[in-house]
């Protein structure tokens, strides 16, 4: 069964340093989004990605964030200088744009990102 | 503000009981409600449910969506071990090009003792 992948898997990270978490979606889904999850709090959506732009930000989603995808296969977030409160697992999630199951979106296992 | 409260937030049981998960909802452009398990790590997809009064089954469990009170509970019937996860209750809205962004409730953690 098609499954969204995402790598690290972990991430350690220096205050101010950049970080690059990298996701491939399913294949034949055109929607992409990333979550976070702060440890013991909710999953909070980030930002939704179709047709090689940003559809929708939430306020987390400042300057210090960006999203790509730079190929046919991957969708990345940079988090251009980490600070501390960055710390969290990272979620990407995608979906169809048709069909009845197009409003399921399907989660990838996550990239805990800890930053020091 | 979107908003998705769960109930109750953490709850242990016994195998063979029954269980009810509680979902309330207030979404702007309201599209549908989904449930997830997440055990480990990511979320895993349970249902989706876009339409009131419709139950959904997948073996032992069942959703259900009322639109009118913006309310939706998940069962669990002769609860096993491995039902022991949180489940996550989310809203996902259709406005312009915002098309499916998920806003989740804090969880329900459940706990299946043998």
């Known amino acids: 069964e098609p499954e969204v992948t995402q790598t690290p898997s972990h991430q350690v990270t220096q205050m101010g340093q950049e970080v690059i978490l990298r996701c491939v979606p399913i294949s034949n889904h055109l929607y992409f989004y990333w979550y976070r999850q702060i440890l013991g709090q909710k999953v909070e959506f980030l930002v939704s990605?179709?047709?090689?732009?940003?559809?929708?930000k939430s306020e987390i989603f400042d300057d210090q964030f960006s999203v790509e995808r730079p190929d046919g296969s991957n969708f990345t977030l940079k988090i251009r200088s980490t600070k501390l409160e960055d710390s969290a697992m990272y979620f990407c999630a995608s979906r169809l744009t048709s069909g009845r199951a197009r409003e399921t979106q399907y989660f990838g296992p996550g990239t805990r990102l800890l930053v020091l | 503000e979107d908003k998705v409260v769960q109930s109750p937030l953490s709850l242990v049981v016994h195998e063979g009981d029954t269980v009810t998960l509680n979902c309330s909802y207030e979404v702007t452009n309201f599209r549908s409600l989904l449930w997830y398990k997440q055990e480990k790590k990511a979320p895993t997809f349970l249902f989706m449910l876009?339409?009131?009064?419709i139950e959904k089954k997948s073996g032992r469990l069942s959703s259900i969506l009322d639109k009118k009170e913006l309310f939706s509970i998940l069962n669990i019937t002769a609860t096993q071990t491995g039902d022991s996860a949180i489940y996550l209750c989310a809203g996902s809205n259709a406005g312009g090009t915002s098309y499916g962004k998920l806003t989740f409730g804090q969880g329900t953690i459940l706990t299946v003792h043998p």
């Open positions: 990605f179709y047709n090689n732009e940003i559809s929708e």
């Open positions: 876009t339409s009131s009064g």
